[in-house]
């Protein structure tokens, strides 16, 4: 089955600066790739998505890389912010199949 | 004009009571799912339901049973609890499985005392 995992498991940044999480995945049959983000004590909610037919996908501050031949995936905040920390996780779906979670990173952005 | 609803929000219990957690959405969806996220916050699917149709993780203790009365709901019902179960519960739903969105519930926090 698929496998995640994710890196760092914990991240500290300071206020405006860029913040980077990686994940990697096993099963060269996943195809989609979201990241959701959830705050202290919240629900996970999805921030950016990419499939596999896409090699980069921009939203704003936040975007997501895909390499498909190394099977890994990224996730890039620009000029993060206070509100930005928070877990990240992202997740790996092989076609049609149920997400599997990455462990998480913590996100501590420094004002 | 919420999206994914659990009830409750909290639940406190002794070792080997039964206890169930309701979960309703109202978008539609036809697969939704259930997650156990511990302590140290690894999210671990569960179960996902779609048509009626049924995928268990393989992990899961049968003293676990998701209960779908129709297709807005999936409920979990959770016999002799044990310590280990404590938790925080997440349903989820999205329109079909694998590349959709999934929403998520506000989580149930679970406390086995």
């Known amino acids: 089955g698929e496998n995640v995992e994710q890196h760092p498991s914990t991240l500290s940044v300071q206020e405006g600066d860029s913040a980077v999480i990686k994940c990697t995945y096993s099963?060269?049959?996943?195809?989609?790739f979201p990241w959701y983000k959830q705050e202290l004590g919240k629900r996970p909610q999805l921030i950016i998505d990419?499939?596999?037919?896409?090699g980069e996908k921009k939203d704003q501050r936040i975007a997501v890389t895909l390499n498909k031949t190394a099977k890994h995936f990224s996730l890039h905040i620009t000029e993060t912010q206070p509100e930005d920390s928070a877990v990240y996780f992202c997740?790996?779906?092989?076609?049609?199949?149920?997400?599997?979670f990455g462990p998480g990173t913590r996100l501590s952005v420094l004002p | 004009d919420t999206a994914v609803s659990q009830t409750p929000k909290y639940l406190v219990t002794q070792m080997g009571n039964d206890k169930s957690i309701k979960c309703e959405q109202n978008?539609?969806?036809?697969?939704m799912y259930w997650y156990k996220q511990d302590s140290k916050k690894f999210l671990k699917i569960m179960f996902s339901?779609?048509?009626?149709?049924?995928?268990i993780n393989e992990t899961v203790p049968n003293r676990f049973s998701p209960k779908s009365p129709d297709k807005a709901h999936l409920n979990l019902h959770i016999n002799s609890l044990e310590l280990g179960d404590s938790a925080v519960y997440f349903c989820?739903?999205?329109?079909?499985?694998?590349?959709?969105?999934?929403?998520f519930g506000p989580g149930t926090r679970l406390l086995v005392l």
């Open positions: 099963d060269s049959a996943s195809n989609y």
């Open positions: 997740a790996a779906s092989p076609r049609g199949q149920n997400f599997v």
């Open positions: 989820a739903s999205s329109q079909g499985a694998g590349r959709e969105t999934q929403y």
């Open positions: 339901y779609n048509n009626k149709e049924l995928i």
């Open positions: 990419i499939r596999s037919n896409v």
């Open positions: 978008l539609g969806h036809d697969t």
